[in-house]
Protein backbone atom coordinates (compact mmCIF):
# COMPACT_ATOMS: atom_id res chain seq x y z
CA UNK A 1 0.00 0.00 0.00
CA UNK A 2 3.27 2.26 0.19
CA UNK A 3 3.24 2.34 -3.46
CA UNK A 4 -0.47 3.63 -3.69
CA UNK A 5 0.54 6.88 -1.85
CA UNK A 6 3.69 7.52 -4.02
CA UNK A 7 1.31 6.79 -7.24
CA UNK A 8 -0.95 9.39 -5.87
CA UNK A 9 1.75 12.06 -4.65
CA UNK A 10 3.33 11.31 -8.29
CA UNK A 11 0.31 12.17 -9.59
CA UNK A 12 -0.74 15.14 -7.79
CA UNK A 13 2.69 16.80 -8.45
CA UNK A 14 2.11 15.85 -12.18
CA UNK A 15 -1.38 17.75 -11.89
CA UNK A 16 -0.21 20.27 -9.81
CA UNK A 17 3.12 21.36 -12.30
CA UNK A 18 0.66 20.75 -15.42
CA UNK A 19 -1.63 23.82 -14.43
CA UNK A 20 1.23 25.93 -12.61
CA UNK A 21 0.26 25.65 -9.05
CA UNK A 22 2.75 26.00 -6.22
CA UNK A 23 2.87 23.81 -3.37
CA UNK A 24 1.92 26.87 -1.35
CA UNK A 25 -0.67 27.59 -3.10
CA UNK A 26 -1.98 24.21 -2.91
CA UNK A 27 -1.61 24.42 0.49
CA UNK A 28 -3.33 27.38 0.94
CA UNK A 29 -6.37 26.31 -1.21
CA UNK A 30 -7.08 22.81 0.11
CA UNK A 31 -6.41 24.15 4.11
CA UNK A 32 -3.64 22.07 3.96
CA UNK A 33 -0.43 22.74 6.27
CA UNK A 34 2.50 23.32 3.87
CA UNK A 35 4.78 20.11 4.56
CA UNK A 36 2.45 18.11 4.51
CA UNK A 37 1.49 18.76 0.89
CA UNK A 38 5.46 18.12 0.32
CA UNK A 39 4.98 14.96 2.25
CA UNK A 40 1.91 13.97 0.14
CA UNK A 41 4.01 14.62 -3.00
CA UNK A 42 6.45 12.34 -1.84
CA UNK A 43 4.12 9.72 -0.80
CA UNK A 44 4.47 9.67 2.69
CA UNK A 45 0.88 10.06 4.38
CA UNK A 46 -2.14 8.05 3.84
CA UNK A 47 -4.58 10.80 2.58
CA UNK A 48 -8.54 10.85 3.28
CA UNK A 49 -10.61 10.75 0.53
CA UNK A 50 -12.16 13.80 1.26
CA UNK A 51 -8.59 15.63 1.24
CA UNK A 52 -8.19 14.11 -1.72
CA UNK A 53 -11.82 15.27 -3.79
CA UNK A 54 -10.39 18.90 -1.85
CA UNK A 55 -7.19 18.21 -3.78
CA UNK A 56 -8.83 17.44 -7.12
CA UNK A 57 -10.73 21.01 -6.90
CA UNK A 58 -8.14 22.69 -6.72
CA UNK A 59 -6.38 21.14 -9.60
CA UNK A 60 -9.35 21.52 -11.58
CA UNK A 61 -9.65 17.84 -12.13
CA UNK A 62 -11.77 14.67 -11.69
CA UNK A 63 -10.42 12.77 -8.37
CA UNK A 64 -10.57 9.74 -10.01
CA UNK A 65 -7.51 11.00 -12.23
CA UNK A 66 -5.32 11.40 -9.63
CA UNK A 67 -5.75 7.81 -8.58
CA UNK A 68 -3.75 4.56 -10.17
CA UNK B 1 -17.96 16.37 1.80
CA UNK B 2 -20.66 14.96 4.02
CA UNK B 3 -22.00 13.87 0.45
CA UNK B 4 -19.06 11.95 -0.07
CA UNK B 5 -18.69 9.70 2.56
CA UNK B 6 -22.40 9.13 2.15
CA UNK B 7 -21.83 8.29 -1.30
CA UNK B 8 -19.31 6.19 -0.99
CA UNK B 9 -20.39 4.48 1.36
CA UNK B 10 -23.47 3.75 -0.07
CA UNK B 11 -22.14 2.44 -3.19
CA UNK B 12 -19.80 -0.13 -0.79
CA UNK B 13 -23.16 -1.15 0.75
CA UNK B 14 -24.45 -1.64 -2.54
CA UNK B 15 -21.30 -3.62 -4.25
CA UNK B 16 -21.27 -5.87 -1.08
CA UNK B 17 -24.36 -6.95 -1.11
CA UNK B 18 -24.59 -7.54 -4.99
CA UNK B 19 -21.77 -9.94 -4.25
CA UNK B 20 -23.34 -11.26 -1.08
CA UNK B 21 -20.43 -10.39 1.08
CA UNK B 22 -21.48 -9.75 5.17
CA UNK B 23 -20.42 -7.01 6.56
CA UNK B 24 -18.81 -9.18 9.05
CA UNK B 25 -16.97 -11.28 6.26
CA UNK B 26 -16.04 -7.92 4.82
CA UNK B 27 -14.95 -6.63 7.97
CA UNK B 28 -12.77 -9.42 8.76
CA UNK B 29 -11.29 -9.58 5.31
CA UNK B 30 -10.30 -5.67 4.90
CA UNK B 31 -9.11 -5.97 8.81
CA UNK B 32 -11.79 -3.15 9.88
CA UNK B 33 -13.31 -3.52 12.73
CA UNK B 34 -17.02 -4.42 12.35
CA UNK B 35 -19.02 -1.64 13.81
CA UNK B 36 -16.60 0.51 11.92
CA UNK B 37 -17.74 -1.58 8.55
CA UNK B 38 -21.27 -0.08 9.36
CA UNK B 39 -20.54 3.61 10.23
CA UNK B 40 -18.68 4.01 6.75
CA UNK B 41 -21.23 1.99 4.92
CA UNK B 42 -23.94 5.06 6.99
CA UNK B 43 -21.24 7.31 5.81
CA UNK B 44 -20.19 8.16 9.17
CA UNK B 45 -16.69 8.41 8.38
CA UNK B 46 -14.35 10.04 5.91
CA UNK B 47 -12.14 6.98 5.05
CA UNK B 48 -8.25 6.83 3.95
CA UNK B 49 -7.40 6.12 0.33
CA UNK B 50 -5.94 3.20 1.77
CA UNK B 51 -8.72 1.92 3.44
CA UNK B 52 -10.63 2.33 0.22
CA UNK B 53 -8.00 0.07 -2.29
CA UNK B 54 -8.39 -2.39 0.89
CA UNK B 55 -12.32 -2.50 0.71
CA UNK B 56 -12.17 -2.81 -3.28
CA UNK B 57 -9.95 -5.61 -3.01
CA UNK B 58 -12.53 -7.74 -0.91
CA UNK B 59 -15.28 -6.72 -2.74
CA UNK B 60 -13.35 -7.49 -5.85
CA UNK B 61 -13.73 -4.16 -7.68
CA UNK B 62 -11.90 -1.39 -8.82
CA UNK B 63 -11.50 1.29 -5.81
CA UNK B 64 -12.51 3.85 -8.57
CA UNK B 65 -15.76 2.02 -9.16
CA UNK B 66 -16.48 2.75 -5.19
CA UNK B 67 -16.46 6.80 -5.88
CA UNK B 68 -19.46 8.83 -6.91
Same mark, same amino acid.
Given at each position: ????????????? %?? #?? +?? @?????? !??? $??? &????? %?? #?? +?? @?????? !??? $??? &??????????????
Amino acid at each position: MKDLAINVGLKIK %VR #RK +EI @GVSQDK !LAL $LAD &IDRSY %VG #RI +ER @GEVNIT !LEK $LYE &IAEVLDCDAKDLLP
